[in-house]
């Protein structure tokens, strides 16, 4: 069998693509001791662990990932407390108040953004734009204070570092315990005030959101908040710089998007097949479980590999070629990422934002295209994808001729 290479080497770093293909075809089911989790790569073992038709997985393995930096969130739930926790939140993320009250936020934070460097024919899309769009539409949604936003931006860097930490780094361990006592510090006493003035924003909707006579505490809330830093600000940061180096890679595909605006969510979704925001996500098993290539016993940890499942050759044609007209995409304008890949998950935890998130990038492609209708890559750059446990470009230098408007 061929050697696979370790996912925490700077081999597999700076492309796991190639393991991906390995592990699918000839290790679909490994043991790796410093994750102390078992791997899986295919498509329907992915799937499989996501929809849990027979209940045999939690997501018991949170307690560790996530709570020291969050607290508890809907993630950690299970069952009738996860389905009411649900109920309760989303509707703010779909509907009319995605439409009404929030599609307006999104359009004035992508368009403030852009104003900064529009007039100047040059930009990088990750560091002037990507980065800070879906977090300050986070903050502007939740009716933050604008003179915070930077203090929103310092804790967000911070939880992504503690959740990408795979290799326990005591260092970043200890910053972001020390981001979830500063966050709810600052958010708490804004919570506890929002309950009495009550507006139009995300936290006045959570405030008074109830769903059979259940209600969310002000913990509650604030862990919602934080784990929205990262659920919805660096998965969003990430789909916008990739669904730009994508493009900019296939000027073809690029030109056919400029010309017929209605191919961005075919984008979207192919950017979200192939090259998704978050590579890996873990399950705990509750039960043993029989999967391609063995069996696995009761309360071990299962790293599900988006990244490697999204390019399975059973599932999708050709799947190591960015092609957003490929067949087998089910989006044209209706949104339907559950039929086309695994990076918004599947089942009880499917992603709560991906209508959200699609505004986003459907409303930021837009005005950014209509900003640079020339956009193309600087001069000898390629994009490089970074990361392990998320990924994208890093920096996405562009160059433009600035437009009247
Ligand atoms: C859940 C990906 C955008 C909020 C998830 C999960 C994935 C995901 C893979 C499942 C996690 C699991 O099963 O363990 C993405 C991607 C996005 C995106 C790729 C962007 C392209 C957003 C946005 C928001 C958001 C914009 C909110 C504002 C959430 C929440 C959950 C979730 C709250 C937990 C749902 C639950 O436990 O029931 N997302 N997400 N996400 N996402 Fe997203």
């Not at 790796?32 to 209940?55: C, N, P």
């Not at 696995?296 to 399975?312: E, M, Q, Y």
């Amino acid at each position: 069998a061929q050697q696979v290479p370790d996912i925490l080497s700077s081999e597999f770093a700076a492309n796991p693509y190639p393991a991906y293909r390995v592990m699918r075809e000839s290790a679909p089911l490994i043991w790796h001791e410093a994750t102390r989790s078992y791997i899986v790569s295919r498509y329907e073992d992915v799937e499989r662990v996501f929809k849990d038709k027979a209940g045999q997985f939690t997501t018991d393995n949170y307690d560790w990932q996530i709570e020291p930096v969050h607290g508890k969130t809907i993630l950690q739930l299970s069952g009738r407390e996860h389905a009411v926790r649900r109920a309760l939140v989303a509707p703010a993320f779909r509907g009319s108040d995605l439409q009404e009250k929030f599609l307006p936020v999104i359009e004035r934070n992508s368009r403030e953004l852009i104003d900064t460097f529009r007039h100047t024919g040059s930009a990088d899309l990750v560091t002037d734009y990507a980065t800070r769009f879906p977090v300050n539409v986070i903050a502007d949604m939740l009716g933050l204070d604008k003179a915070d936003h930077p203090r929103f931006h310092q804790w967000y860097t911070s939880v992504i570092a503690f959740l990408g930490n795979l290799s326990g780094d005591p260092q970043v361990a200890a910053d972001g315990e020390r981001t979830r006592h500063e966050f709810a510090e600052y958010m708490l006493p804004i919570i506890r005030r929002r309950r009495n003035e009550l507006g139009e924003d995300l936290l006045s909707t959570l405030c008074a959101a109830e769903v059979d006579g259940v209600r969310m505490s002000d913990e509650d809330i604030k862990a919602f908040c934080s784990l929205l830093l990262a659920a919805g600000g660096e998965t969003t940061d990430k789909a916008i710089a990739s669904i730009f180096a994508n493009l900019l890679m296939h000027p073809d595909q690029l030109a056919a998007v400029r010309e017929d605006r209605s191919l961005i969510p075919r984008a979207f979704a192919e950017t979200l097949r192939y090259t998704p925001p978050v590579h890996m996500i873990m399950r705990q098993s509750a039960t043993e479980v029989e999967l391609s290539g063995g069996t696995i016993p009761a309360g071990v940890t299962v790293t599900c590999l988006i990244g490697a499942a999204n390019r399975d050759g059973e599932r999708y044609a050709d799947p190591d070629r960015f092609d957003l007209f490929r067949e087998d995409l089910t989006t044209t304008t209706a949104f339907s990422a559950a039929a086309d890949h695994l990076a918004f998950a599947l089942g009880r935890h499917f992603c709560v934002g991906a209508l959200l998130a699609k505004a986003e990038v459907e409303t930021g492609m837009n005005q950014l295209l209509d900003a640079m209708p020339d956009v193309r890559l600087a001069e000898g750059f390629d994009p490089v994808e970074q990361g392990v446990f998320t990924r994208g470009p890093q920096t996405l230098p562009v160059r433009f001729t600035p437009v009247a408007g």
